[in-house]
């Protein structure tokens, strides 16, 4: 198993739709893990941590199985600036460092 | 508002050039980054810095020199760069080093090496 796969998309829908993307990680030991956000030609910003079974803000839900290694994120109502590219990150084995997954593009239209 | 600050924001230098990017944190984070990031590609770690001593150089070229003169700074020295180097470079830090804790990036130097 990659260190991190996501599917790369690109996932398509319309405002207002409900949209969940996956991630699994192979390092059985990581205790945390992030989603970041990055728009086109921007810095990767940070969207929500995982420390526990799962982690909800607003509209965003990220939900952990660790037994299956891997990590959710649900968007519940899309909106049309939420079209970004979203990258799942676990910690490296040694935990010295942050893995990138390659990210998956959202495109939400109207 | 990010507040790690990058300068400068666009970089063009031909392949004889010696130029440096700086990275700057007010998070009083003691661990800093430098990633790069070509088109469509997740960002790539470069180095890292904790207690502002470098601990992890991905076996990257030594045109890259980084340095680190104060926990608030990072500077990354090009020197005889590559066309191949042309790439976004992020600068991130963290709370004490380690994956454990979220990395915050700024908004990046786009490198254009001609």
């Known amino acids: 198993r990659k260190e991190v796969e996501q599917d790369p998309g690109p996932f398509n829908v319309p405002e207002g739709a409900t949209v969940a993307f996956n991630c699994t990680y192979s390092?059985?030991?990581?205790?945390?893990f992030f989603w970041y956000r990055q728009d086109c030609r921007k810095e990767p910003k940070l969207l929500m941590s995982?420390?526990?079974s799962g982690n909800e803000d607003g509209r965003f839900t990220a939900q952990l199985n660790r037994a299956s290694q891997y990590i959710s994120l649900l968007i519940r109502d899309s909106k049309l600036s939420d079209s970004a590219t979203y990258l799942c990150?676990?910690?490296?084995?040694?935990?010295?460092?942050?893995?990138f997954g390659k990210g998956t593009t959202l495109s939400v239209s109207s | 508002d990010t507040e790690v600050t990058q300068t400068p924001k666009h970089l063009v230098m031909g392949m004889t050039n010696k130029k440096s990017l700086k990275c700057e944190q007010h998070m009083g984070h003691r661990a800093m980054y430098w990633y790069k990031q070509k088109a469509k590609k997740p960002p790539e770690l470069m180095f890292v810095y904790s207690y502002e001593k470098l601990s992890i150089n991905e076996s990257v070229p030594s045109r890259f020199s980084p340095e680190c003169p104060n926990s608030s700074l990072l500077n990354l020295h090009l020197h005889a760069l590559q066309p191949e180097d042309s790439a976004l470079y992020l600068c991130?830090?963290?709370?004490?080093?380690?994956?454990?804790?979220?990395?915050?990036f700024g908004p990046g130097t786009r490198l254009t090496v001609t």
């Open positions: 995982v420390y526990s």
């Open positions: 990150v676990v910690p490296n084995q040694a935990g010295t460092a942050l893995i």
């Open positions: 991130a830090s963290s709370h004490p080093p380690g994956s454990g804790y979220e990395q915050y």
């Open positions: 390092n059985s030991a990581s205790q945390s």
